[in-house]
């Protein structure tokens, strides 16, 4: 958790308005106390990102030898999607499933014009559903062969 205070999402958008990210972090720890989510739910209006967002995160590559001099790097990501007010079946189907189906679409079976294998997916899953917002994950790998 002291992590993500001191990186939070929204830490570009601070920086951007002048603001210390640190200070933020501190202020959202104090009101935290014991890291009850509740606390942090509560603490979603005070994002300056606007939502819904999506963001990719670098999940690590794990490495297999291919053949002699050249190996496998197989990278795999997780796509996170953030929208708010998604508590009921029409509001979750309303805002959070059409950002999850147009990335499945574009994604799956892409290779994004690169050398690299197509972009096959793994698994999708709710990270975290509250009241005020919901976050869902996005796991997808791919993988390419370097040369030594």
Do not use: C, W
């Not at 999607?81 to 999850?100: H, S, T």
């Amino acid at each position: 958790l002291s992590a993500l205070l001191h990186d939070p999402i929204d830490k570009p958008f601070i920086l951007m308005q002048g603001e210390s990210h640190e200070q933020r972090a501190k202020e959202l720890a104090d009101k935290l106390g014991h890291g009850e989510i509740d606390n942090l739910v509560s603490l979603t209006s005070q994002l300056t990102i606007p939502l819904p967002a999506v963001y990719v995160i670098y999940g690590g590559s794990a490495y297999d030898e291919s053949a002699n001099r050249s190996y496998d790097d197989e990278m795999s990501f997780t796509i996170i999607v953030i929208a708010k007010d998604l508590r009921g079946d029409q509001k979750l189907k309303a805002a959070m499933y059409p950002i999850l189906e147009e990335l499945k679409a574009v994604l799956i079976d892409n290779d994004l014009d690169l050398d690299i294998e197509p972009i096959h997916p793994i698994r999708i899953e709710p990270t975290i559903v509250t009241r005020v917002f919901s976050i869902y994950s996005f796991d997808v790998k791919t993988s390419f062969t370097q040369a030594n």
